[in-house]
Every structure is written in structure tokens, then in C-alpha cells.
């Protein structure tokens, strides 16, 4: 078999055969342990090894939105304590910013710039964007912010509806619009990182419109990382499964999926897999093992997949 088509390097073939095996071993390795948290094991897909970080956040700007709680918040901490990066984070909620701002001043003496928007307001957002650049480069982007919605999609109103789309889908197309096109301008290779979900792969009965924005955050992504590569600039795509937070508990989700189920991962631990995703510029990434192989299951034909998932999710709405 040749090196191309086990996917070493090219220069592989000539190194020794004690080399060769190890790259080839790495190769067929699906996912390797990662770290331990209480009571489990968290693995990786091996390409965290394979393919080391290709940007270092030390000293540079990661804007964050949707950090007041959950998934940003944590990322936020990940990139202030474990990689001494300064932040952006912004949110709607002033004072939970302003409460993050200074534990990681205090705790790590990075720099952290509390921007509070409403990501509705397409006017706020371009204020928050001139606010967000004017003072400083920005070098990572995490476009994290979203909402959500479980139970009957005839009964979601008419101002959840508009909120969810324009939270989830035109702010992030708004920004990332914005931020793609300052980068080419300043000549960056930066960093943009989409927080869709693994609800982007098939349709969700009782979480609809849900699903269907992450569906658009995923191609999106995935389109916008081929427009903008030749510039240098890497988007990606994070899709988590079920995230322990604020959110799945005010969803009511937290009533089929909770802390320590199957899939279910804890934000401060999905944290860790995100802030690796953006530095390693990864095309798309799915947290955790157990989330891989619920994503090869949901690859399976849609007549399988959505019955089954309709009747998981009529399970948590009914206990509303």
C-alpha cells in the first residue's frame, strides 16, 4: 500500500520503518483519550494530534458572542487561563459580562472587553462590530450565540420565530460577513469559528425551525471556509450534541437529555474540544466519541432516523 493512500506525507515513504508504522498507526486510529473528568473519559478525533494548533491565541484578541453563559462563557475562561489570550465577549446581558470581565482580569490579567448587544438589532450589530475593532486587531472570531425552542412547532410565536432567525441565522451571517471582509482588508490570516450543533444533520421533530437554522449555520460555513481560504482566513464548523447549560434547562430539553446521559457533555468539557477546533482552523468538528457515532447514525436513511427521533422528543414535551 502506498503512503498517499495510507494519507502520510509525501516524504513518508523514505522515513524509517519504525516512523512509518507509528504515522500509520495514528492514521487508522479513530479517536485517542484525551483527559479525565469524574466518572468518564473523554476522547478526541486523532487529528488533534495529527494536525497541532496552527494559531496561538497568547497576546491576541478571540472575540466571543453568546458568553454571558454555557459554551461561550467557557471558551472565554479555556482561552483567558489556559492560553493567556485577551477577549472580546459579548452578550445582551451586561452584568454577566461585566462578572466574567473581572474574574479573568483578576485571575489571569489578560485583557477582556465586556460588549453588551442585542444581536436582533441589526443596527447593534454594527455598532458592536465598529466597537469590537476600532481599539484593537481581532485574530479569532466564535460565533456562539443562539436560542432555542422544544415543543410543537405550530405553537413557537410568532416572536420566538423572528428572535430564533434573527439570532441564529442573520446575526451570524451578518458578522461573519463583516468580519470576512475587515480580514481581507487588513490582510489577516484570522481565525472564524461557527458554533452550529449536530441538529444540523437530519431533521428534529419539536426542536424544527431549531435545526433548520444550525442546517444553514453548517453549509454556511462549510461554504463561506472555501470562499475565504485563499485569503488565508479559516472558518469553521463546531457541532456539538447536547450541552449541559442554562439553556437545555429553560428549553425544557433537560428533560430527555441531562447531565451525565449518553451525548450530554458538560460546557466547561465541550469547551475544551471548541477552543481546539478554532485553533487548529479545523473545516468541522463534532465533540466526543459517543457524538461521532450518534452522527454516523443520523447519516442513516431520514425514514429511520426522524421516527425515531420524533418519538424521543414527544417524550420531553409531553413531561412540559
Given at each position: 500500500m502506498t503512503?498517499?493512500?495510507l494519507g502520510l506525507s509525501a516524504g513518508a515513504k523514505h522515513a524509517s520503518p519504525l516512523a512509518r508504522s507509528?504515522?500509520?498507526a495514528a492514521r487508522r486510529a479513530l479517536i485517542v483519550p484525551i483527559w479525565r473528568s469524574p466518572g468518564r473519559w473523554h476522547c478526541a478525533p486523532a487529528c488533534i494530534l495529527l494536525h497541532p494548533p496552527t494559531v496561538d491565541l497568547r497576546n491576541r484578541y478571540t472575540l466571543i458572542t453568546g458568553a454571558s453563559s454555557g459554551l461561550g462563557r467557557e471558551m472565554a475562561r479555556i482561552i483567558a487561563r489556559r492560553h493567556g489570550g485577551h477577549l472580546v465577549v459579548a452578550a445582551r446581558r451586561?452584568?454577566?459580562?461585566?462578572?466574567?470581565?473581572?474574574?479573568?482580569?483578576?485571575?489571569?490579567?489578560?485583557?477582556v472587553v465586556p460588549l453588551e448587544v442585542d444581536l436582533t438589532s441589526p443596527e447593534?450589530?454594527?455598532s458592536f462590530f465598529e466597537r469590537a475593532t476600532s481599539q484593537r486587531t481581532i485574530d479569532a472570531v466564535v460565533l456562539n450565540a443562539g436560542v432555542t425552542y422544544f415543543g410543537h412547532a405550530v405553537e413557537q410565536s410568532l416572536a420566538s420565530i423572528q428572535s430564533m432567525l434573527a439570532t441564529n441565522v442573520m446575526s451570524a451571517a451578518h458578522l461573519a460577513t463583516r468580519f470576512g471582509k475587515h480580514f481581507?482588508?487588513?490582510?489577516?490570516?484570522?481565525?472564524?469559528?461557527?458554533?452550529s450543533s449536530m441538529a444540523s444533520l437530519a431533521p428534529m421533530p419539536y426542536q424544527a425551525l431549531y435545526g433548520g437554522t444550525k442546517a444553514f449555520l453548517t453549509n454556511y460555513g462549510q461554504a463561506l471556509r472555501y470562499e475565504l481560504s485563499r485569503h488565508g482566513i479559516k472558518v469553521g464548523v463546531f457541532l456539538p450534541g447536547g450541552i449541559v447549560t442554562e439553556m437545555t434547562e429553560l428549553s425544557g430539553i433537560s428533560k430527555i437529555h441531562g447531565s451525565g446521559d449518553v451525548g450530554m457533555m458538560e460546557a466547561s468539557v465541550c469547551a475544551r474540544f471548541a477552543v481546539d477546533a478554532l485553533r487548529r482552523g479545523s473545516a468541522m468538528s463534532i465533540p466526543g466519541a459517543s457524538n461521532?457515532?450518534?452522527?454516523?447514525?443520523?447519516?442513516?436513511?431520514?425514514?429511520?432516523?426522524?421516527p425515531f427521533?420524533?418519538?424521543?422528543?414527544?417524550?420531553?414535551?409531553?413531561k412540559k
Open positions: 503512503a498517499r493512500k507509528r504515522q500509520i451586561r452584568d454577566r459580562l461585566e462578572e466574567l470581565t473581572r474574574e479573568l482580569r483578576d485571575e489571569t490579567g489578560v485583557d447593534q450589530i454594527e481581507i482588508a487588513k490582510g489577516q490570516k484570522a481565525h472564524m469559528l461557527l458554533v461521532h457515532i450518534m452522527a454516523a447514525a443520523m447519516h442513516l436513511p431520514k425514514a429511520l432516523v426522524i427521533v420524533e418519538r424521543l422528543y414527544r417524550a420531553g414535551v409531553d
